[in-house]
């Protein structure tokens, strides 16, 4: 998948790690960054975490909170602060791929609940654990 063409309010760095992201076949944790991109520069971690953190901001990257790690957002919603979609992620745990997902049945479903119960949620992080097909047809 070709990456997008790199908004101006990126940096070099950030557009780096975007395409970096973009184009890798599995979530990447910052130090997985670092080590790509050692060819590049020297690269500290808070910078990286920075430019990770500006890629969220932005809508073109997801946090997977059980692994600690970084997706480019493959519905290149990039609206900013407040996505337009509340995504939600396939793991593999055999070979670590991670599917987006995004419905807006489930999106209704979790605000109706928070509504509910007086909650006004701020992030919603959904994150199945299972076999992709590919993996689950060789087990």
């Known amino acids: 998948m070709a990456a997008p063409s790199a908004p101006a309010r990126l940096n070099d760095m950030q557009t780096r790690i975007r395409d970096l992201l973009a184009g890798a076949d599995k979530p990447l944790s910052a130090y997985d960054v670092i ?9 500290a971690p808070p910078t990286v975490y ?6 969220i901001d932005e809508g073109l990257a997801h946090r997977l909170e059980t692994r600690n790690a970084y997706v480019a957002c493959h519905t290149a919603c990039g609206d900013g602060p407040v996505h337009a979609h509340r995504a939600g992620f ?42 992709c097909a590919d993996c689950a047809a060789i087990a």
């Open 90 to 131: 396939m793991i593999c745990r055999a070979c670590g791929r991670a599917e987006e997902f995004s419905d807006a049945e489930v999106e209704v479903l979790l605000a109706r609940t928070a509504a509910r119960q007086n909650f006004a949620f701020e992030r919603v992080a959904i994150e199945i654990q299972g076999l």
């Open 35 to 43: 080590d790509a991109l050692r060819g590049q520069g020297r690269l």
């Open 50 to 55: 920075r430019a990770l953190q500006k890629l």
